[in-house]
């Protein structure tokens, strides 16, 4: 166990709709990420928040966005779904005490249909 | 363009024998590498990291070696057990900032009894 906590596991939607995928970092951990892993892709990082700012974009489309809330949980919010979006999820963090290791969460699964 | 490359989708090897997962990567900024394991339904597990100032990191049967010359790491697994079959991932982070990580595809490995 990690320590960092997804939900939901598992989410099935249809095109066009908007689904919020949510993370509960390590106790203590200042810093969140988004990463997505499609079928045959590593994962690839989304948006990194720290302390409730965003600090870092990467691949994130524009229908996608993220925030991270005063409790430091965070929720990535996924708009006008497409049959592409379909992807495991994972959330990470790491914590403020330095150190370059970052712990995942189990992953939210979304199939779009 | 794909920083951190790991060419060997897939590796078997038998029980007790050595594993050799192989890493390169293009990007000189990087300077901390790190190496997760995935079961399939979980998130990345961080297994072993290694910092640019050494060419060796060792943890039990795990041990990573870095060439900086040759922009090239490796994870040694000795001896291989059945539990360690999984897909394991490289991963690399540099330069001050975000701490993101980019990673390869991942490689499949099947330790077979």
């Known amino acids: 166990d990690s320590g960092v906590t997804q939900t939901p596991k598992h989410l099935i939607t249809a095109t066009g709709q908007r689904v919020t995928l949510r993370c509960s970092p390590r106790s203590g951990d200042l810093s969140v990420y988004w990463y997505q892993q499609s079928l045959d892709q590593g994962l690839q990082f989304l948006i990194q928040y720290y302390n409730g700012e965003e600090r870092a974009k990467g691949n994130i489309l524009e229908r996608f966005s993220a925030q991270q809330f005063p409790d430091l949980h965070s929720e990535l919010n996924l708009s006008s779904l497409e049959l592409g979006d379909s992807a495991l999820y994972f959330c990470a963090s790491r914590g403020q005490g330095g150190g370059n290791t970052i712990y995942f969460g189990e992953g939210s699964w979304l199939t779009v249909v | 363009d794909q920083q951190v490359k790991q060419n060997s989708p897939s590796l078997s090897v038998q029980e007790g024998r050595i594993s050799i997962l192989n890493c390169d990567y293009t990007?000189?900024?990087?300077?901390?590498f790190l190496w997760y394991k995935k079961y399939p339904a979980e998130g990345p597990t961080f297994l072993i990291s290694i910092s640019s100032i050494k060419d060796k990191n060792e943890d039990g049967r795990f041990t990573v070696f870095l060439n900086k010359s040759a922009k090239h790491l490796s994870l040694h697994i000795v001896p291989s057990q059945p539990g360690d079959s999984a897909v394991y991932f490289c991963a690399a982070t540099g330069g001050a900032g975000s701490y993101q990580l980019t990673f390869g595809k991942g490689t499949k490995l099947s330790v077979i009894p």
């Open positions: 990007n000189s900024m990087f300077d901390y």
